[in-house]
């Protein structure tokens, strides 16, 4: 799995690469696996299987990331539009010598921000209203800086890519739920089937959230090391978590519920509850674990 692109002047993390590269490959043979296993199981679909899975794969590529962005309200915008916000993104961008992606707001009071896009070419980054409203122009520039690294990185390729496996999953799953194919068959291969595949799709499942639930909290620490050492400002990125996530327990229940499933988009995640069981299984390490990894990167830049 590639490093930053050529033109990006983000500091490279092998072990952002190693732990892309054990992922991916975990994932694959258990995809693998998962098809083989439905392929034997249900030998008389085995072409509609395999339309069916390679459908959904290049349909979550190409498509996954539009279709998360206009979930998520992200309204595209000129310099004219937000002048402040697209300055912000041409300061990152000139630091990071990298393309400019387009540039969105999201009419939400949930304080937040989030990138999307398979490459460079396709990249968006969004801002909601809320962070807009809350924060100073430099803590901006850092969470900007975060976001635009997952981009530099290609971590939102990689995170659709792992996920995938999971949606197949569910889906064999439900369809298996919803339509009970084979219950009503005499041949008892056929029924042996129909209990082992939403059995194997559920493994499967589980399997692969954990994988990218582990990588996705690791590429958010990388995130915030890359922003950190390209403005050098750590903690400008330290002060726009610590308000971020603090405004967090002030914003109405329901708001954070509608922006709770985008969780692994965004730059801090939102839970509705404290007993939230999205917190013992997050897209995104805790604070403290953030908080005390921009303290470290301060701490060596001031020994440079």
């Not at 033109?7 to 590269?21: C, E, I, Q």
């Not at 794969?57 to 915008?77: N, P, T």
């Not at 697209?86 to 990298?98: E, P, S, T």
């Not at 995640?269 to 301060?298: M, W, Y």
């Amino acid at each position: 799995m590639p490093g930053p692109g050529p033109r990006s002047r983000y500091a490279p993390d092998r072990g952002l690469t190693t732990r892309m590269v054990t992922t991916m490959f975990l994932i694959g043979l258990v995809y693998v696996v998962f098809v083989g296993v439905l392929l034997v199981a249900l030998q008389n679909a085995w072409p509609v299987i395999l339309v069916v899975a390679g459908g959904l794969f290049v349909a979550q590529f190409w498509f996954s990331d539009r279709i998360a962005a206009y979930s998520m309200g992200a309204r595209e915008v000129t310099p004219e539009q937000a002048p402040e916000l697209h300055g912000a993104v041409d300061r990152i961008c000139a630091l990071a010598d990298m393309p400019k992606p387009r540039v969105a707001i999201a009419d939400s009071d949930v304080p937040n921000a989030f990138a999307t896009g398979r490459n460079q070419s396709t990249a968006l980054v969004c801002a909601t209203t809320g962070l807009l409203r809350r924060l100073e122009p430099e803590e901006l520039e850092g969470v900007l800086a975060h976001e635009l690294s997952h981009v530099a990185h290609r971590d939102v390729a990689v995170m659709t890519i792992a996920s995938f496996l999971g949606v197949l999953a569910g889906m064999m799953t439900r369809v298996w739920l919803y339509t009970g194919i084979g219950r009503s068959s005499r041949d008892s291969n056929t029924a042996i089937a129909m209990l082992l595949v939403p059995l194997v799709s559920a493994v499967v499942y589980a399997i692969s959230f954990l994988l990218t639930r582990l990588l996705s909290r690791y590429r958010e620490l990388s995130a915030d090391r890359a922003a950190a050492l390209l403005t050098g400002r750590p903690s400008a990125l330290a002060s726009a978590l610590t308000k971020v996530t603090g405004q967090m327990a002030r914003i109405p229940t329901q708001d954070l519920r509608k922006a709770e499933p985008f969780n692994a988009f965004w730059f801090a995640p939102a839970f509705s509850s404290k007993e939230s069981l999205s917190r013992l299984l997050s897209s995104h390490p805790t604070l403290e674990q953030r908080l005390d990894q921009l303290a470290r990167i301060s701490t060596q830049l001031g020994r440079a």
